[in-house]
Each structure stands twice: as C-alpha cells, then as structure tokens.
C-alpha cells in the first residue's frame, strides 16, 4: 500500500513541479502570480512529505522481506533484478529526501523565502544529472518484473543447467587459502 502512495507521489510532484517550468527548456517561469506559486509550492511540499513517509515504510519493508523470505533467488531470479533494481537507488532516494525535507522546511517556515525554495526545486531536479528520473524509470520496471516474473526456473531447470556445465566443462576450479589454482575432475 505504501508503495502506491510513494510511486504515485513521485509521478504526482513531477506533474506538480512541471507547473513551475517552462516546456521548452528547463528554466523557471517568471511569469506565475506569488499566490499561484505559493500554491504550487505547497502542493510539492505535501507530495514530498508523503513521499517521504512512504518511502521509509516501503524501505524497511523490503529490508524485512528479503531477510526473511525462503525464496530460491536461483529459481526466481526476477525477484533478485527486482531487488538490486530498487536497493542500487537507496542512496539517491535518500539525498533527494533530505532535499525535500529542507524544501519542506523552508516552506513550512512564515514567510516562505520564494528564492530558496526555487534554488532546492532546481537542485532536486539537476541531482545527478536525471538519476532520480532513471531510478523512476527503475521502480516501474520493477512492477512489470513481478508481474511476468522473467527468467524464472524450476529446481529441475537448474539441475539441468549445473548437468550441462559439469558436461561442458568437466572440471572445477578450487581456490586455497595461498591462492593457488588446483583443478579437481569431477568423477
């Protein structure tokens, strides 16, 4: 459920944030009315904060699922691409969220300063050269992934596969402690 609310949110202060932005190249508007621009403002500070709270719940949940899930990632490995899909962004969500709390703050103080709450929206939106928008794109793709479950197999599948390796290869590399390279025919 709260991931609803946190990918919604996200496409939602997108929308949100477009207001503030000319289409044709990525500068502001100067041409919005203060009591239209403070609503604005508004409208991104309340999705932030929602954003916000979503996402710690969405986090500490899939901390706590893939530490206690008993599921094979071998025979499922479209949930571990869903996995590194989401955690390889943790430390951009993270940055981005102190931005918006800062935005959040700044606006939450009376009155707003306009001029700093332009340069955090830009600042977020800049982060990383798109980042944030590829991490979006990230987290879509990881709804599709769980929905087809690509690349999923069998414990059969696999036996197959270690079956045909050992018949390919016919040997096995093991590692000692001096480093050393042995090989060890399989019987």
């Keep these: 459920m709260f991931a609803i609310f946190w990918l919604g949110g996200i496409t939602v202060r997108f929308f949100i944030g477009n207001q503030l932005l000319d289409y044709d190249e990525f500068n502001f508007r100067i041409s919005i009315p203060p009591d239209e621009e403070n609503q604005i403002f508004k ?12 996402y710690t719940a969405v986090l500490i949940s899939a901390i706590l699922f893939m530490k206690t899930c008993r599921i094979n990632l071998r025979e499922n490995t479209w949930l ?10 943790v430390p951009v969500e993270l940055y981005t969220s102190y931005l918006d709390l800062k935005f959040v703050l700044l606006f939450d ?3 707003a300063n306009h001029d700093n709450l332009l340069k955090l929206f830009g600042e ?5 050269r798109g980042v944030p928008w590829i991490a979006m794109m990230s987290y879509f793709t990881i709804i599709w992934l ?6 999923k197999k069998t414990a059969a599948e696999l036996k197959e596969d270690e079956e045909r ?15 050393d390279l042995t090989i060890k025919y399989y019987e």
């Design 43 to 54: 409208m991104i500070s309340d999705a932030s904060l929602m954003i916000m709270i979503s």
């Design 80 to 89: 571990l691409m869903c996995a590194i899909l989401f955690f390889v962004f």
């Design 109 to 111: 103080k009376r009155p």
């Design 124 to 128: 977020r939106i800049g982060f990383l």
């Design 146 to 151: 769980a929905i087809f479950q690509p690349m």
């Design 165 to 179: 390796l050992k018949e390919t290869h016919g040997y096995k590399y093991i590692f000692h402690e001096e480093d």
